[in-house]
T-cell receptor, first 115, second 116 residues
């Protein structure tokens, strides 16, 4: 089956520090990969996506590259802000088939950025 | 704002009761997904509907059921509630199903269910 593993948090950083959240996956078929972010008290928002190998997704200073050879999709940001404090979820979806298009999520990584 | 709406925002009920959660997808989206977020299980897919028909099932209990109506809104029914059903229930929608090149889903704000 499909699964996503991401580093456990919480990750505590100072403002302007570099952030990396590791994510690896196993999938039957060719997945699309996503990072979702959940701010306190809110729903999930799509942060970025990549649909094929070597694609780089980017948004709001965050980046992640689809690495098929290492089955990874690590999230990075060069300089975090307090407003980046949230829970980050790595997810995959395999198109069509009996599984529909469901998202399979990792366990989430809580990030806390201190001023 | 994702364009997906869910009601109610909060729901507090007792064990053994039945509740209905409602979701309105983004305008034009044909697929609706339901997910459960709990502390011990994380985010888990429950069920997907596409244009009124069940498309895929995940870890959905037999006590739970869902449907999608002709106007494309969806309801998730939870019955014989147990303490362990306390969770955040998210609805998501997407434009198409297998014809899409990727499967971007847009999430609603969730319904927080507390079973006492």
């Amino acid at each position: 089956g499909n699964s996503v593993t991401q580093m456990e948090g919480p990750v505590t950083l100072s403002e302007e520090a570099f952030l990396t959240i590791n994510c690896t996956y196993t999938a039957t078929g060719y997945p699309s990969l996503f990072w979702y972010v959940q701010y306190p008290g809110e729903g999930l928002q799509l942060l970025l996506k990549a649909t094929k190998a070597d694609d780089k997704g980017s948004n709001k200073g965050f980046e992640a590259t689809y690495r098929k050879e290492t089955t990874s999709f690590h999230l990075e940001k060069g300089s975090v802000q307090v407003s980046d404090s949230a829970v980050y979820f790595c997810a995959l979806s395999v198109q069509g088939g009996a599984a529909g298009n469901k998202l399979t999520f990792g366990g989430g990584t809580r990030v806390l950025v201190k001023p | 704002d994702s364009g997906v709406t869910q009601t109610p925002k909060h729901l507090i009920t007792a064990t053994g009761q039945r509740v209905t959660l409602r979701c309105s997808p983004r305008s034009g989206d044909l697929s609706v997904y339901w997910y459960q977020q709990s502390l011990d299980q994380g985010l888990q897919f429950l069920i997907q509907y596409y244009n009124g028909e069940e498309r895929a099932k995940g870890n959905i209990l037999e006590r739970f059921s869902a449907q999608q109506f002709p106007d494309l809104h969806s309801e998730l029914n939870l019955s014989s509630l147990e303490l362990g059903d306390s969770a955040l229930y998210f609805c998501a929608s997407s434009p198409r199903t297998s014809a899409s090149s990727y499967n971007e889903q847009f999430f609603g704000p969730g319904t927080r269910l507390t079973v006492l």
